[in-house]
């Protein structure tokens, strides 16, 4: 559950950090190159990454800050779009990569599953999609979280039009960035677009 202005604290601890290692564990799927989507880019570790990796990225987030964050980077083949998930305007089959690390489920549950319609539909076929989902038992399940969290099932009925290559369930003892104790019930996966 996020206030205002939580997620500044955030950037700041993850600015220097490594990229996700589930976006890692991706790259070596990769068979298209082109456009790649970071969906809730924060700080831009991943989208540097992706950059590196040759993509012309597009970073959908709706802090503003990430403007920020991107005039730090200056590469100009990252591109910012300051949008709530749930108000972007997916393009039809663009995009070889598609990223949302740690990020979708702070979408509202109300759109989430049309902004997950809208992630695969974005997706050229053959590209690859690397997303988390939140899991039910997380602790910041809580009503009136407005966040999204799913069982194994429902996120294997989100993955219709998808090919797993990962999907990975986790649950442990975690805390936050901030170093607040928190229960993580978490679905790591990997997969192409059919
Ligand atoms: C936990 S951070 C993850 C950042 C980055 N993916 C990483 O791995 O370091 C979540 C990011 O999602 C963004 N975000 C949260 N809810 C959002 C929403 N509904 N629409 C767009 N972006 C959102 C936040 O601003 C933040 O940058």
């Not at 700041?12 to 970071?38: E, H, N, V």
């Not at 959908?60 to 100009?76: F, G």
Request: glycine fraction near 6%; aromatic fraction near 12%.
């Amino acid at each position: 559950m996020k206030k205002p202005n939580d997620w500044k604290d955030y950037f700041d601890r993850t600015r220097d950090k490594a990229p996700s290692p589930l976006l890692l564990r991706a790259l070596p799927y990769i068979r298209l190159r082109g456009r790649a989507l970071d969906l809730g880019g924060g700080a831009l570790r991943n989208a540097r990454m992706l950059a590196k990796q040759g993509f012309d990225v597009t970073v959908v987030d709706k802090e503003p800050m990430v403007i920020d964050e991107a005039a730090r980077v200056n590469d100009s083949r990252i591109h910012t779009v300051i949008s709530p998930f749930d108000q972007y305007n997916f393009p039809y089959r663009q995009f070889a990569f598609v990223s949302a690390l740690m990020s979708l489920p702070f979408n509202p549950a109300s759109t989430f599953d049309a902004v997950f319609e809208g992630v695969k539909n974005s997706m050229q076929p053959d590209g690859v999609l690397c997303c988390h989902f939140f899991g039910e038992r997380d602790s910041w399940n809580k009503k009136g979280s407005g966040m999204t969290f799913h069982t194994s099932d429902q996120v294997v009925a989100l993955s219709e039009g998808l090919k797993p290559l990962e999907f990975v369930e986790q649950e442990f003892k975690s805390t936050t960035v901030r170093g607040a104790p928190k229960h993580l019930h978490v679905f790591a996966l990997i997969a192409y677009k059919i």
